[in-house]
């Protein structure tokens, strides 16, 4: 057997590749946890690796759900039926915003063919990496809020403008969601002035994880966030609004050893002939006041 057909070449080469891969038992006992893993989940392998998939580790979906226990789901299906599966779900990182990854889970066999285990892969979606690059760019141009690291008011209102000018000239529609963290004056008071920079910033990366690339997502005021939708209509907008809504609803900030999870109230608009940057965020606005008069975390679209 030559260097290269040794188990522990397999091993490190697995263990530096940067897509996620983790290994469970029988038992759904993970057994091994790369540098991707941790690289795309902000988890360590030594915070990860003797857990069962059923374990509370990494929230996906509705918050009382875990990435894993959600895998465990495929990954049972796996060890009885030993088919391949694919899924497309979120999950919270370590730093408590949302992340979207694909997940593919296969069964390990022995060399009589019996199923001793599961193997699971996931990598972040395409566009979010090439958003990610994308970001970075931005940071260098200046172009970004410091505190949330979405687009700072400026390149949000110029984006604003250009999607107008294209709307008049081309008919090509595009909405807007105003966004509001709900109860901030209340985490003030709570935990103090410095815990609503890690509020903003979960919120704001887990709001622009949520939404295409082609999208964009900037901060406008203290608590307060301006989502661009292109080429979204009347009919995509609300349904948008609610999806990101339950996104927000299940990250979670942690902060001096308590987790909490917050909420948004939306407010939404789709742009009509005529419209200024005033007159659209003007009925944007209204929305979200109508969400926050109805005590917050709901959606209101103008008509």
């Known amino acids: 057997m030559s260097e290269l057909e040794s188990s522990e070449i397999f091993r490190v080469v697995l263990e530096n590749l940067q897509t996620g891969v983790y290994f469970v038992d029988r038992d759904q006992k993970i057994l091994f946890w790369n540098q991707g893993a941790e690289k795309i989940t902000g988890y360590l392998r030594q915070e990860v690796v003797g857990c069962f998939c059923r374990d509370n580790i990494l929230a996906l979906g509705d918050s009382n759900k875990s990435v894993l226990a959600d895998a465990a789901e495929s990954i049972t299906g796996v060890l009885r039926d030993g088919k391949a599966t694919i899924s497309e779900v979120s999950l919270r990182h370590k730093a408590g915003h ?49 505190t949330s690291g979405v687009l700072s008011k400026g390149v949000t209102l110029a984006h604003l403008r250009e999607n107008l000018a294209t709307f008049a000239e081309h008919r090509v529609p595009f909405s807007i969601l105003c966004i509001e963290v709900d109860q ?120």
């Open 98 to 146: 949302r992340i979207f990854v694909r997940l593919r889970a296969v069964p390990i066999r022995n060399a009589h063919g019996t199923i001793i285990g599961a193997a699971e892969s996931f990598d972040e979606s395409l566009s979010a990496s090439d958003w990610d690059r994308r970001q970075r760019r931005l940071a260098d141009y200046g172009c970004l809020d410091e």
């Open 184 to 303: 901030m004056d209340h985490m003030r008071a709570t935990y103090g002035l410095a815990v609503l920079g890690s509020i903003l910033h979960v919120v704001g990366q887990t709001i622009e994880n949520s939404l295409r690339p082609t999208d964009f997502l900037g901060r406008v005021a203290e608590n307060r966030f301006l989502a661009i939708l292109t080429e979204c209509g009347p009919a995509d907008i609300e349904k948008t609004a609610r999806r990101v809504k339950k996104m927000v609803s299940t990250s979670e900030i942690k902060w001096w050893g308590d987790e909490w999870s917050v909420t948004a109230s939306f407010g939404g608009a789709t742009v009509q002939t005529g419209d200024t940057c005033e007159s659209v965020l003007e009925r944007a606005e209204k929305s979200l006041a109508e969400s926050i008069a109805s005590g917050g975390n709901h959606v209101h679209v103008a008509a």
